[in-house]
């Protein structure tokens, strides 16, 4: 019974240890966020999918049709969009969209509700012309992180 109380309260005073909060200016905050918005701002294609074999990275081909997915982030009245366009059907034909999805953006994952279900995407990006977005799925059976690899689209 000692053994059991001495456990409880150690607990106990181990939860309640006061923890350090390292406290950012708010301007630092609020400035890189918007630099994380700008970066993602604008539209990318899809032109790779990646997957991890081990320690080895493979090509997964794309067919004709997630060719032409992409991906635009947009700022509207302060708030960020992201929109994901499709493309299915014979000749890929039969176009389809998410319609604007609100997004919160932090520094290496963005969420948004897709229907009723909140989505978190781990994304880096390499280059300005490059993004990756990075999930788990299952490939060939396993369980296999993927790396989707977008390019930004020029404005026309």
């Known amino acids: 019974m000692n053994k059991g109380l001495c456990f409880i309260l150690f607990c106990m005073m181990a939860s309640c240890q006061s923890q350090k ?5 708010d301007n630092k905050v609020e400035q890189s966020n918007d630099n994380l918005r700008t970066d993602l701002l604008g539209s990318w294609k899809l032109i790779e999918r990646k997957y991890a074999d081990g320690v080895e990275k493979k090509i997964y081909p794309l067919h004709q049709c997630e060719k032409e997915y992409t991906l635009v982030f947009e700022k509207v009245s302060g ?9 299915t059907g014979k000749n890929c034909q039969i176009k389809s969209s998410s319609g604007p999805l609100s997004v919160s ?5 963005f969420s948004y509700l ?8 781990r994304y880096k990006i390499s280059s300005p ?4 977005i990075f999930y788990n799925e299952i490939l060939y059976g ?4 993927i790396e989707d690899l977008y390019e930004r689209l020029e404005k026309r």
Do not use: C
């Not at 909060?21 to 200016?25: L, S, T």
């Not at 708030?79 to 493309?87: D, M, R, S, V």
């Not at 897709?114 to 995407?121: F, I």
């Open 79 to 87: 708030n960020t969009l992201l929109t994901k366009n499709y493309a």
């Open 105 to 109: 953006i932090s520094e290496s994952s």
């Open 114 to 121: 897709d229907v009723d279900l909140k989505r978190t995407e």
């Open 129 to 132: 012309k490059k993004l990756s």
């Open 142 to 145: 396993k369980a296999r992180q």
């Open 21 to 25: 909060r390292v406290v950012k200016p």
